[in-house]
């Protein structure tokens, strides 16, 4: 078994974590993470309401008694959604774990530890870490530019980024941005972080929720198959290659403004390539580690395979390279 400071803090058996993916982290696919041992994300604004995700959470304690947490994603919007009344729903749901990303969540801290609610946050640079540090988050998700969503504006990737995040950390590092495997989370424990968070390789799995032609793809496509939208708005995202999302590119390449791209890039279209299958329906996102992918396994047989291949590779190959002499 492979124990750290996360697996500790966390109280989970493996140092893997699932990530809070918009329309995908739902209860079916957290409920399998947490069964399987690992750490699965609930993701709030999937849910319409306070109140809906309440609901989830209850959908999801019907199917595990492991733990689990929920994502709570804080953006800058005309229309903010409540996100003190989804805190709250999370709290009286009495969920013991929330990954906060996008926005500073200081403002939330207090509400969420005065009910014993640990944070792990997610950054992508390791500024933004050190403040995430100073104003009492648990647990740091450090982001590569490999990852699915927002990599930020530094392209700092994972083999730099993770040593440089946890030389100066002293609170646990998650890992995340282009893993998939034993081998990934053999590397994130050598540059010093304390397990992995996985995105795109938990979406290709047989409990996701998302189309079967989603999953597909992603087995099909290359680590070049990603584009890079937003980066003239300094606002980037990284989503699937596709009609749309090349559109995106040339649009702001040449000068145009969010207004421009705004209804190619909606989160419906988004939402209907997952439900309905549709590939070129609207941008979703998946990261370069859709490279490393070629099979669509159950969550269990992805993280048993994941576990032992890595203590496999501690003790044998890493140990036979190690001469004593």
């Given amino acids: 078994m492979l124990r750290t400071r996360f697996t500790e803090l966390f109280g989970v058996r493996h140092p893997i974590v699932q990530g809070g993916m918009q329309w995908v982290g739902r209860a079916e696919l957290v409920a399998a993470v947490a069964e399987a041992g690992a750490l ?3 993701t709030a604004l999937t849910q319409p309401t306070p109140e809906a995700l309440a609901a989830e959470i209850a959908r999801c304690r019907e199917l595990t008694d492991q733990p689990f947490g929920v994502n709570l994603t804080i953006l800058p919007s005309i229309n903010p959604p409540p996100y003190d009344e989804y805190r709250a729903a999370i709290v009286e749901s009495g969920v013991k774990i929330v990954e906060t990303a996008g926005f500073n969540p200081e403002a939330h801290l207090p509400g969420f530890h005065e009910h014993g609610v640990k944070v792990l946050h997610k950054c992508t640079s390791v500024r933004h870490a050190l403040k995430a540090e100073r104003i009492g988050v648990d647990a740091i998700s450090i982001d590569g530019f490999e990852c699915a969503g927002h990599p930020g504006e530094d392209d700092v990737p ?4 993770i040593p440089a995040a946890t030389a100066r950390l002293t609170i646990p590092v998650i890992a995340s941005g282009g893993f998939t495997d034993a081998r990934g989370l053999v590397a994130a424990l050598a540059l010093g972080a304390e397990g992995v968070n996985m995105g795109t390789r938990f979406l290709c799995t047989q409990e996701a929720p998302v189309h079967e032609k989603v999953k597909a793809q992603i087995v099909a496509s290359s680590e070049l198959d990603t584009e890079l939208i937003f980066r003239p708005l300094r606002n980037t995202a990284r989503v699937a290659s596709n009609s749309v999302s090349r559109k995106v590119v040339e649009v702001l390449a040449e000068g145009g403004e969010f207004p421009d791209v705004r209804d190619l890039v909606a989160g419906a279209r988004g ?6 299958g549709d590939l070129e329906a609207g941008v979703w996102s998946t990261g370069m580690a859709q490279g490393l992918i070629d099979d ?5 047989e992805l993280v048993d ?3 032992t291949e890595a203590e496999a590779l501690i003790a044998g190959r890493l140990a036979g390279v190690l001469h004593r002499g």
Wanted: no cysteine.
């Fill in 271 to 276: 939402r209907k390539v997952f439900e309905d």
């Fill in 158 to 161: 994972g083999l730099v980024l």
């Fill in 40 to 42: 699965g994300f609930l």
């Fill in 296 to 300: 669509v396994p159950t969550v269990r």
């Fill in 305 to 307: 395979r994941i576990v």
